[in-house]
Structures are given as structure tokens and as C-alpha cells.
């Protein structure tokens, strides 16, 4: 009896929680637009105003990650209406103050194309694609601590990148320069060039982490010219560097990272 006492309690714990989970005050857990054809359009035009262009217009990611992939995982509606309302702290996730209408339309939306089964995907040799990282990426990207800083910390760019996303990064990097990571060439008063990317800037000062990473400030008085590249620090791996099997490798131990970002950000 003594012993049955404890496993008693777990399962009446883990009932409350789930009933929790599921319960009627939850918008996500009784949601009328599930399988509503017009629900389903509606949601379908929201999603594409408001998520296609950062998850791709058929939901299959673009610089977010691929939301059939999310919904085949086993994501509950309550998870997917949390997420949408609260966006995801720290990452280009936003938060939402749509009515919760709207998010159960778009949740319906993802729902009906969820029905149909991603196509499969090969991975690639992700041993191969580590080894690859290790000799090309890691001068200037962290895994789990280590390596460079010149560019942003890896450690969860599978959870956070689709694949489709990893490829143009890693064929095109220009295409798309993220904010925290500009690229600017300082010239000073005698002529020497600074190349790095841009940390913070105000009106008077710029900081730049140099391509030694060091951390540079600089009184704008002091400089002759601060030029903004349009283009990443990142070099392009075109198939001459890096042909298909490879850059296939690569991407497929890029979306084993999932872990927690220990960057001090
Ligand atoms: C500005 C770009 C952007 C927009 C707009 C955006 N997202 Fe995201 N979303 C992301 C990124 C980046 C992540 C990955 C966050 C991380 O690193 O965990 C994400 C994560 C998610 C996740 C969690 C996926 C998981 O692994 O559990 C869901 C669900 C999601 N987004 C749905 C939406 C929906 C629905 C919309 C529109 C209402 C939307 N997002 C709008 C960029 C965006
Ligand atoms: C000379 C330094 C450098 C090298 C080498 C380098 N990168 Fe980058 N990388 C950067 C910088 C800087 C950025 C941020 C600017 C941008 O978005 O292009 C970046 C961005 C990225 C991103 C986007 C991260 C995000 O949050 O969206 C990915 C993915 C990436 N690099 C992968 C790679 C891979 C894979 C390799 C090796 C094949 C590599 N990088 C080699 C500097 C580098």
C-alpha cells in the first residue's frame, strides 16, 4: 500500500496537468475552425501576411524553421497558440497580440496542410558534414562554446533554420545579412582600413568586432569614413568549394544542433 501510494499520486498529478492542458479556458483546446473550409482560407491569408515570409509561403521554412516538419513532430495546439502568442524570447520569433480567433484560423491553416505527409528528406553523412565544419566554419562560428566569434553561435541553428535556410546561407550568405552581424570597413585619418562587423553605433561612436575579434571603439571624429558593405563577412561556398554531397552533409549535421545557446549575449 505504502508502495502504491507514491504511483497513485504521479497519476493524479499527471491527469491534473493534462486536464490543465486541455482545458475549456484554453483557446487552443477547443478550437471551431479545425477542418472549416472557410476557416482554412481565412487562416491560410493570415499566414501569409503574417508568417509566410520568415516560414515560407507553404510553410516549409524559409529563416524560420519548417512548421509541417513542427506539426508532423507531435506539436499540440495549445504548444503551437502559446508559441504564436508569446513568439520565442530571444530569437526573431515575434509575439502576437492578434485576437485569438485569428491565431486558431492560422493554426487550423497548419493543421490542414499538417494532414499532408512531408516528403522525406535524407540527411546526408553527418559525420562527414562535422568534419566539414570543423575544417570550414569553425574559425568563425561556436558549437556548444567553442569556436570563433566572428559570426553568430551554431549551437541551435537547427531548431532555429530551416534547411532550405541553411543551404542559401551557406551558397549565398549576401543574400540575407543579419543586423547583428553588418559588415563595415572604418577608414581612418591616416588611410589604414578596419574591416568587421558592426557591434553597437551612435551618433558620435562605432564599435566594431575587427576580423581578429577584437573589439574596436571608435570616435566618429576620429575617422575618415565608415563604409557599409551590403555584403556578409561570410565568404560564399559555391559548389567549386563545396560541391552538392557535401554541402548535403554539411546541412544535415547543422540540423542535428538543437541545444541550448550558451552565448552571452
Ligand atoms: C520575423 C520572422 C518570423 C515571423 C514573422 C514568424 N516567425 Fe515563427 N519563428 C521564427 C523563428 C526564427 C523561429 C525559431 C525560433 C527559435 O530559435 O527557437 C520561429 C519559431 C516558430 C515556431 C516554433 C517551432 C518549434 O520548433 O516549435 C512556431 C510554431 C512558429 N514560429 C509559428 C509562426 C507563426 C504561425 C507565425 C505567424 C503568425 C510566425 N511564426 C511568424 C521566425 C518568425
Ligand atoms: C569569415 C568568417 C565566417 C566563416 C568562415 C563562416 N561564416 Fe557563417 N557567418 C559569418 C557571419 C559574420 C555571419 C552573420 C552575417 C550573415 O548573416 O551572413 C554568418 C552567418 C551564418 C549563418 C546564419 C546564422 C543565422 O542565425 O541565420 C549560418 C547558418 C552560417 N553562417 C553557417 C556557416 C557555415 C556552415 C560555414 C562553413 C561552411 C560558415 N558559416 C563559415 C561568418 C563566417
Known amino acids: 500500500m505504502m508502495l502504491l501510494l507514491p504511483a497513485f499520486l504521479l497519476l493524479v498529478a499527471g491527469g491534473l496537468s493534462r486536464a490543465q492542458e486541455r482545458s475549456a479556458t484554453h483557446p487552443a483546446g477547443k478550437n471551431p475552425h479545425l477542418d472549416n473550409r472557410q476557416s482554412i482560407r481565412s487562416g491560410m491569408a493570415l ?39 508569446k513568439g520565442v524570447a530571444g530569437t526573431e520569433m515575434p509575439s502576437s497580440d492578434t485576437p485569438d480567433d485569428d ?64 543551404v542559401r546561407e551557406i551558397r549565398t550568405p549576401s543574400e540575407w545579412v543579419s543586423p547583428a552581424y553588418e559588415t563595415v570597413t572604418l577608414v581612418t585619418k591616416d588611410g589604414q582600413r578596419i574591416r568587421g562587423t558592426k557591434k553597437n553605433e551612435d551618433a558620435f561612436s562605432i564599435q566594431i568586432m575587427d576580423v581578429r575579434e577584437r573589439i574596436q571603439g571608435y570616435l566618429k571624429s576620429t575617422l575618415q569614413d565608415v563604409i557599409y558593405e551590403k555584403s556578409s563577412l561570410m565568404p560564399a ?12 552533409d554539411l546541412v544535415g549535421y547543422l540540423s542535428t544542433l538543437r541545444g541550448v545557446d550558451v552565448s552571452v549575449r
Do not use: K, Q
Open 47 to 85: 499566414y501569409r501576411v503574417r508568417c509566410g515570409d520568415c516560414h515560407g509561403l507553404d510553410a516549409s521554412g524559409y529563416r524560420g524553421p519548417d512548421l509541417v516538419a513542427v506539426l508532423a513532430g507531435g506539436a499540440t495546439d495549445e504548444r503551437l497558440f502559446e508559441t504564436i502568442r
Open 103 to 166: 491565431l486558431l484560423m492560422i493554426i487550423a491553416y497548419l493543421r490542414n496542410l499538417g494532414t499532408v505527409a512531408p516528403p522525406e528528406r535524407p540527411i546526408g553523412n553527418v559525420e562527414n558534414g562535422g568534419r566539414l565544419f570543423g575544417s570550414l566554419c569553425t574559425s568563425c562560428h561556436r558549437v556548444a562554446g567553442s569556436g570563433g566569434r566572428l559570426g553568430p553561435d551554431l549551437t541551435r541553428i537547427g531548431a532555429a533554420r530551416s534547411r532550405a535556410a541553411l
Open 237 to 248: 561556398y559555391g559548389s567549386e568549394r563545396l560541391n552538392e554531397s557535401d554541402l548535403d
